[in-house]
């Protein structure tokens, strides 16, 4: 039977995914919302914070890599039970993850003309995008705090908390992105500036709340001068397996980026589709990067416990469910797919375009999921990240970069077109990263025992 695995498997599975699912849920959710929210003010106000949203994109690419790469170590010391060695590399998380946010926040809100000439040259959208970015720039500073916490928090098994914090902060998000961008009764209304400040204020709150969390939990030290007290070999383990999903993730969304600026080159109509549909798909493939997540966790453990060959069998179980959701994801976005253009404001041609797209990402988003589970979880969860990184470098900066860039501005072909040649990445890649898989040899357990 092809889902078929070991006792037990899926409820272990199960109490792991769905916070995760919940949470990324929501998250796509009140991403659909806001998308919706700013398509009923204009198209400017989409496509602008559609670009601006791009910083945002960058960082969450950024702690994406980052988490992953805390994961890696955290969750083999969470099998070991080595809770002190844990606080240290949330030190580390916390460390890489503020330096980069704050510098961030400073271009952001100094900056943000400069920024946004990055992805677009027209003034309307760089005057729109510019406030956006001055408004939402104190989130990325409180992200960078509140990530890490939460990372190496769902690596020691509490994903529920993590979840519902993460939830809550989204729901209070949207609730705030209403009063602000419309204004009812007594609220400003602000347009595209109150969806960044409702960023801004909604992750304020859940700073505030990790803050209270981390006085009150007992899985890891509160000593915060041990936490950045880091032994010289745990940072040269960091470095040896855990920079390249770092770098990995780094890359493939400064590459995914440049697809957003060719995009931002090729007219408003463009811009907005892609806004919206980047939305529908997200909300589609919540259970897939909630299997890639709790993989990284589940695997991790059994690594770190010793149980090699138990974590090797539950990859292959895995992989199997991660195929199936993928095709269900695949027919529900299908299903959808009628429906989303009328949910926006958008012009004709913007409307088209976005049909289309939606098609092409019903194939799109299972090559995308199979990927992320393969390199982002089953990789490097046995501490083999180092393939995952070449391969995503090779595949986006050798091929899919390239490709849209000759597509559009040597042949100039249309946007449509541009955007459904740079959608072949993930086909390119998925042969060999499912060649390694079957080569078996991307399982090591990479804890040790921590001297100062």
């Given at each position: 039977?092809?889902?078929?695995?070991?006792?037990?498997?899926y409820?272990?599975?199960?109490v792991?995914?769905?916070?995760?699912?919940?949470?990324?849920?929501?998250?796509s959710?009140?991403?659909?919302?806001?998308?919706?929210?700013?398509?009923?003010?204009?198209?400017?106000?989409?496509?602008?914070?559609?670009?601006?949203?791009?910083?945002?994109?960058?960082?969450?690419?950024?702690?994406?890599?980052?988490?992953?790469?805390?994961?890696?170590?955290?969750?083999?010391?969470?099998?070991?039970?080595?809770v002190?060695?844990?606080?240290?590399i949330?030190?580390?998380?916390?460390?890489?993850?503020?330096?980069?946010?704050?510098?961030?926040?400073?271009?952001?809100?100094?900056?943000?003309?400069?920024v946004?000439?990055?992805?677009?040259?027209?003034?309307?959208?760089?005057?729109?995008?510019?406030?956006?970015?001055?408004?939402?720039?104190?989130?990325?500073?409180?992200?960078?705090?509140v990530q890490?916490?939460?990372?190496?928090?769902?690596?020691?098994?509490?994903?529920?908390?993590?979840?519902?914090?993460?939830?809550?902060?989204?729901?209070?998000?949207?609730?705030?992105?209403?009063?602000?961008?419309?204004?009812?009764?007594?609220?400003?209304?602000?347009?595209i500036?109150?969806?960044?400040?409702?960023?801004?204020?909604?992750?304020?709150?859940?700073?505030l709340?990790?803050?209270?969390?981390?006085?009150k939990?007992?899985?890891?030290?509160?000593?915060?001068?041990?936490?950045?007290?880091i032994?010289?070999a745990?940072?040269?383990?960091?470095?040896?397996?855990?920079?390249?999903?770092?770098?990995?993730?780094?890359m493939?969304g400064?590459?995914?980026?440049?697809?957003?600026?060719?995009?931002?080159?090729?007219?408003?109509?463009?811009?907005?589709?892609?806004?919206?549909?980047s939305?529908?798909?997200?909300?589609?493939?919540?259970?897939?990067f909630?299997?890639?997540?709790?993989?990284?966790?589940?695997?991790?453990?059994?690594?770190?416990?010793?149980?090699?060959?138990?974590?090797?069998?539950?990859?292959?179980?895995?992989?199997?469910?991660?195929?199936f959701?993928?095709?269900?994801?695949?027919?529900?976005?299908?299903?959808?797919s009628?429906?989303?253009?009328?949910?926006?404001?958008?012009?004709?041609?913007?409307?088209?375009?976005?049909?289309?797209?939606?098609?092409?990402?019903?194939?799109?988003?299972?090559?995308?999921?199979?990927?992320?589970?393969?390199?982002?979880?089953?990789?490097?969860?046995?501490?083999?990240?180092?393939?995952?990184?070449?391969?995503?470098?090779?595949?986006?900066?050798?091929?899919?970069?390239?490709?849209?860039?000759?597509?559009?501005?040597?042949?100039k072909?249309?946007?449509?077109i541009?955007?459904?040649?740079?959608?072949?990445?993930e086909?390119?890649?998925?042969p060999?990263?499912?060649?390694?898989?079957?080569?078996?040899?991307?399982?090591?357990?990479?804890?040790?025992?921590?001297?100062?």
């Open positions: 039977m092809f889902l078929k695995a070991r006792k037990g498997f409820r272990e599975l199960f792991l995914v769905m916070p995760i699912v919940v949470q990324n849920l929501i998250a959710a009140v991403g659909m919302a806001d998308v919706v929210m700013l398509g009923r003010v204009d198209q400017t106000s989409i496509s602008a914070s559609g670009l601006a949203g791009q910083v945002m994109f960058l960082l969450n690419v950024m702690f994406f890599g980052l988490n992953s790469a805390l994961t890696i170590l955290a969750s083999q010391y969470w099998g070991k039970q080595d002190k060695v844990i606080s240290k949330l030190g580390i998380g916390l460390i890489i993850s503020l330096s980069i946010t704050l510098m961030a926040a400073g271009l952001a809100f100094f900056l943000p003309e400069k946004i000439t990055i992805w677009t040259n027209d003034p309307e959208l760089i005057a729109a995008g510019a406030v956006y970015l001055r408004y939402v720039a104190l989130s990325y500073i409180f992200l960078g705090i890490p916490y939460l990372t190496i928090i769902k690596s020691c098994e509490r994903v529920l908390f993590a979840a519902v914090l993460s939830a809550s902060t989204l729901i209070i998000n949207v609730i705030l992105n209403f009063l602000l961008i419309f204004g009812p009764g007594p609220f400003p209304k602000m347009g500036a109150g969806a960044a400040l409702a960023t801004s204020l909604s992750w304020g709150i859940g700073l709340v990790c803050l209270v969390d981390f006085i939990q007992k899985q890891i030290p509160k000593n915060i001068a041990e936490m950045f007290r032994p010289g745990l940072v040269g383990d960091f470095f040896r397996y855990s920079l390249p999903a770092f770098i990995n993730d780094a493939w400064l590459a995914f980026n440049m697809n957003s600026i060719i995009m931002g080159h090729l007219g408003s109509d463009i811009v907005a589709a892609n806004s919206v549909v939305v529908a798909r997200d909300l589609v493939t919540v259970v897939g909630g299997i890639s997540a709790a993989a990284s966790i589940m695997l991790g453990k059994e690594i770190g416990e010793g149980h090699l060959e138990e974590a090797r069998k539950d990859a292959s179980s895995i992989l199997r469910v991660t195929i959701s993928g095709i269900i994801s695949g027919l529900v976005l299908f299903a959808m009628p429906f989303v253009p009328g949910l926006v404001k958008i012009s004709a041609t913007a409307a088209y375009y976005l049909r289309i797209m939606l098609y092409v990402n019903v194939a799109y988003q299972m090559g995308q999921i199979i990927n992320t589970v393969l390199i982002a979880s089953i990789f490097r969860c046995g501490g083999n990240s180092k393939y995952g990184m070449i391969l995503d470098i090779i595949c986006m900066w050798g091929f899919a970069v390239p490709l849209g860039l000759i597509s559009a501005f040597v042949l072909l249309s946007p449509l541009v955007y459904i040649l740079m959608c072949t990445d086909f390119a890649k998925m060999f990263a499912v060649h390694h898989y079957r080569k078996g040899n991307w399982i090591k357990n990479i804890t040790r025992d921590m001297e100062e």
